[in-house]
């Protein structure tokens, strides 16, 4: 599986969201890395616990500045946040039945593929407001 990359494409122009947005890239290429050689359950659910805390704190952090800002679209912005936790959440409590590789691939995907669409098309939109 590949590793996520941050570029240019998707700056904000401001390092403060930006930094974070390579944070979490980061911690999810953690999560490919560990799947991709010598599947470790326990490593695996270290860095979700990881993922969790950092994703709920950069979405409280975007939305209160979002919110400074009047961005007009902040509450599809919300929705769009509180989805990928739910979904998060399901995938997890689905792995910690099974504890496989199988569903930690699931979840990796389903990360990986929200990111990027999430920072390349929800948070882009909010680049001339902040
Ligand atoms: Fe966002
Ligand atoms: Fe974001």
């Not at 401001?14 to 999560?31: A, S």
């Not at 599809?76 to 997890?92: Q, V, W």
């Not at 199988?102 to 902040?130: C, G, M, P, Q, R």
Request: hydrophobic letters at 35%; charged letters at 30%.
């Amino acid at each position: 599986m590949d590793l996520l990359k941050w570029d240019q494409n998707i700056s904000l122009n401001n390092d403060f969201i930006d930094n974070q947005h390579k944070e979490l890239f980061k911690i999810v290429n953690k999560l490919v890395a560990n799947c991709n050689v010598n599947y470790d359950y326990k490593i695996i659910q270290n860095i979700i616990y990881e993922l969790f805390e950092y994703t709920n704190n950069h979405f409280k952090e975007e939305e209160r500045l979002l919110e400074e800002r009047n961005y007009p679209h902040l509450e599809i912005h919300i929705t769009e946040h509180a989805g990928f936790i739910k979904k998060l959440n399901d995938i997890n409590v689905k792995l910690n039945k099974s504890k496989d590789k199988k569903t930690a691939k699931e979840l990796l995907v389903f990360v990986k593929n929200w990111l990027l669409e999430h920072t390349s098309k929800y948070d882009l939109d909010y680049k001339n407001y902040i």
